[in-house]
């Protein structure tokens, strides 16, 4: 059981929109920033986005994330079949003073 | 650009122990913290430890905390991963993964991974 919640999965066809949900708790998404992750099979998970709504160079604007409260939403636009993979929302926790993981949402674009 | 490679996988017994390795390269490596995190067979990511820019400060996990310790060479660009009493259930890749500030503010980078796998 993680300590942060996404849906199992998400699916859509190519060029619609989907969002992607990561609760938490005041201890962890409610008072730090969090971080997305794109993670395809066999290769390394790649940052997204990071201080809730910052992308990294390189990552195109179809990705966009947003924080309010103790929740966390990751979107994208303009689905292509190359996003298909897992996706990780990831923040700390003050009060286990660890890094804390949601269980991952797979992605399938239809 | 910013490189991290790991080392030091492997098959090895219930028990037994192993050392991982992860070169860095391409930053200043004395200026930021480092993690290690896994990903076992079918599951998600999980966090194992964080250790801060200096070494001063380290937080784990409770499921490799008192198994699992984690250091780091700064004048060596060289990150450690020693882990002790391997069990089934360690059997993962796993990652070395460079964080954006000096101690957990967020995982920017990630290297390739290396496998261990736990079996007699």
């Known amino acids: 059981q993680s300590v942060l919640t996404q849906p199992p999965s998400v699916s859509a066809a190519p060029r619609q929109k989907i969002t992607i949900s990561c609760s938490g708790s005041n201890f962890n998404i409610g008072s730090n920033y969090v971080s997305w992750y794109q993670k395809l099979p066999g290769t390394a998970p790649k940052l997204l986005i990071y201080d809730n709504d910052k992308r990294p160079s390189g990552i195109p604007d179809r990705f966009s994330g947003s924080k309010s409260g103790t929740s966390a939403t990751l979107g994208i636009t303009g689905l292509q079949a190359g996003d298909e993979a897992d996706y990780y929302c990831?923040?700390?926790?003050?009060?286990?003073?660890?890094?804390?993981f949601g269980g991952g949402t797979a992605l399938t674009v239809l | 650009q910013v490189q991290l490679v790991e080392s030091g996988g492997g098959v090895v017994q219930p028990g037994r122990s192993l050392r991982l390795s992860c070169a860095a390269s391409g930053f200043t490596f004395t200026s930021h913290g480092m993690h290690w995190v896994r990903q076992a067979p079918g599951k998600g990511l999980e966090w194992l430890v964080v250790i801060s820019y200096d070494g001063s400060k380290k937080y784990y996990a409770d499921s490799v905390k008192g198994r699992f310790t984690i250091s780091r060479h700064n004048s060596m660009n060289m990150l450690y991963l020693q882990m002790n009493s391997l069990r089934a259930e360690d059997t993962a890749v796993y990652y070395c993964?460079?964080?954006?500030?000096?101690?957990?503010?967020?995982?920017?980078?990630w290297g390739q991974g290396t496998l261990v796998t736990v079996s007699s």
């Open positions: 990831a923040t700390w926790d003050r009060s286990l003073t660890a890094v804390v």
């Open positions: 993964a460079k964080d954006q500030g000096m101690v957990a503010t967020g995982i920017e980078y």
